[in-house]
Structures are given as structure tokens and as C-alpha cells.
């Protein structure tokens, strides 16, 4: 299949998984399958030679593996849970197709969040979900039993357990944080310390170099001066030994 092609598909079938999800259909069975296939076309796409730019394909995959997560959340089974995981994921920035004025994915997204956080509550509440023929659900209060607060109490456990674990979590990450702050200062100390070091040990080995290119100055400033007075030592000789020789050996007349 050519790339245009394959792009074209890829797109739809993308739009067709953003609609289900965003009517409210994520426990449709179709979309699973649906899924898998466009993550083996995305897989096909990027090893095309006319593939898309990278921005687009990394926007493509948030998609992809926003449905899969949201997909994975819907098959939890608590609400907090689905919550807790619909708050991870990451739906996508830009519209999959030309019509779109808002991403379906981040509506999907804002959707599922807000049924999750209802179902929480309905939960705490000790309400009870019951889902007609057509696919439409209606809550009911739950009738006063004597096993109602102790559910209440057990949901409430659960999440003061998730709440903990999360603060743990978070009291963990920042002592690792903290830690590695610190790792990082001490480092950069010690590199600070071994630059003013060498700043030092240049600084004294420019004094030192000055030094010696002063005394190399001065010591070939005397020597041209001794050559200068062994040249004219040496010519005088020369002057006074070709006189001496015109007067020992005059020109025969």
C-alpha cells in the first residue's frame, strides 16, 4: 500500500476511535480491534519512504496511545482507579480531521474524567447503576442497609490507602530530588573549586612565563651586543693589519 494511501486510512480509522470514544462507546468491543490495527498502521507509516513529519507522527502516536490507556483505564475495576489513571494519560493537541474546532481526543478525555468522577462519587454516596436494553444507564440511591456504611467506610479506606500511597510517592520522589540537588551542588562546588585552582596555577604560570620571556629579552639584547663589539674588534684588526702590511710591503715602483 502506497504511503498516501496508508495515510488516508491511518486518519479515519483514527477519527472513526476518537468518535466511539467521545460518544461515550469505549466498552464497544470494535474498538479494541480498532486499536490494535491502527497501531500496526502506524508502525507502517513511519517506515514508509513519503511518511509524514515528525511532529505529526509523534502527535499520531499521543493519540494511539491515548485511546490504548483510555482503553486500559475503562477495564479497571474500580472508579477511583479509572480516575487516577484517565488523569495520566495525555490526548492530543491538534484536530485529527479539518472540521474539528476542538481536539476529540481532549473532549473524549474531559468526558471520561468527568464520568469517572462521577461514578467516585456515586460510589461514596452508596448509589447503584442500572443499564437498560438501549444502552442508556440511570443511577438510584441504594436503599438504607445495615452493609451501606460499611461500604461507604471501605471506599473511604480505599482511598485514604491510594491517597497515602500517592504522598509516599511524592515524599519519596522528593527526598530523590533533594538528594540529587544536593549531588549536583557538591559537584558543581568542587568544579568551581577545581576552576579557581586552575585559574590560579595559569595566573602563576603567566608571571613565571613573563619572567622568563623578560630575561630571554634581555639575555639576547647582550648578546647581539657582544657580537656587534667582536665585529668591530674584528675589523680594526683587519684595518690595522692591512695597514701594517702596506708599510712592511710597498708597491714596487
Given amino acids: 500500500m502506497s504511503g498516501g494511501r496508508l495515510h488516508i486510512n491511518f486518519?479515519?480509522?483514527l477519527a472513526r476511535c476518537e468518535s466511539l470514544v467521545a460518544d461515550n462507546r469505549a466498552h464497544d468491543w470494535r474498538l479494541d480491534k480498532y486499536i490494535g490495527a491502527l497501531q500496526d498502521q502506524l508502525a507502517e507509516l513511519k517506515r514508509q519512504a513519503s511518511k509524514p513529519s515528525p511532529e505529526l507522527l509523534k502527535e499520531y502516536t499521543t493519540k494511539v496511545e491515548f485511546l490504548k490507556g483510555l482503553l486500559l483505564a475503562e477495564k479497571l475495576p474500580t472508579a477511583s482507579e479509572k480516575a487516577l489513571a484517565a488523569q495520566l494519560l495525555a490526548p492530543g493537541r491538534t484536530p485529527t480531521?479539518?472540521?474539528e474546532v476542538t481536539p476529540t481526543s481532549k473532549t473524549a478525555h474531559l468526558q471520561?474524567?468527568?464520568r469517572y468522577h462521577g461514578e467516585?462519587?456515586?460510589e461514596l454516596l452508596g448509589c447503584t447503576t442500572h443499564e437498560f436494553g438501549n444502552g442508556v444507564r440511570k443511577r438510584t440511591a441504594g436503599?438504607?442497609?445495615d452493609n451501606q456504611p460499611a461500604d461507604i467506610d471501605a471506599v473511604l479506606q480505599h482511598h485514604n490507602n491510594m491517597q497515602e500511597k500517592l504522598a509516599d510517592e511524592m515524599l519519596l520522589l522528593a527526598r530523590n530530588l533533594k538528594n540529587t540537588s544536593l549531588i549536583a551542588h557538591n559537584i558543581i562546588q568542587q568544579d568551581n573549586k577545581t576552576m579557581t585552582q586552575s585559574l590560579k596555577m595559569a595566573d602563576v604560570n603567566y608571571e613565571k612565563l613573563k619572567v622568563e620571556s623578560e630575561r630571554l629579552e634581555q639575555h639576547t639584547k647582550r648578546a647581539?651586543?657582544?657580537w656587534i663589539w667582536i665585529m668591530?674588534?674584528?675589523v680594526c684588526f683587519i684595518f690595522i693589519t692591512m695597514i701594517l702590511f702596506i708599510r712592511?710591503?710597498?708597491k714596487p715602483r
Fill in 143 to 145: 436503599r438504607a442497609t
Fill in 248 to 250: 712592511i710591503f710597498p
Fill in 120 to 122: 467516585m462519587r456515586d
Fill in 224 to 226: 647581539a651586543n657582544w
Fill in 97 to 99: 480531521t479539518p472540521n
Fill in 112 to 114: 471520561a474524567s468527568a
Fill in 232 to 234: 668591530l674588534v674584528v
Fill in 11 to 13: 486518519v479515519r480509522l
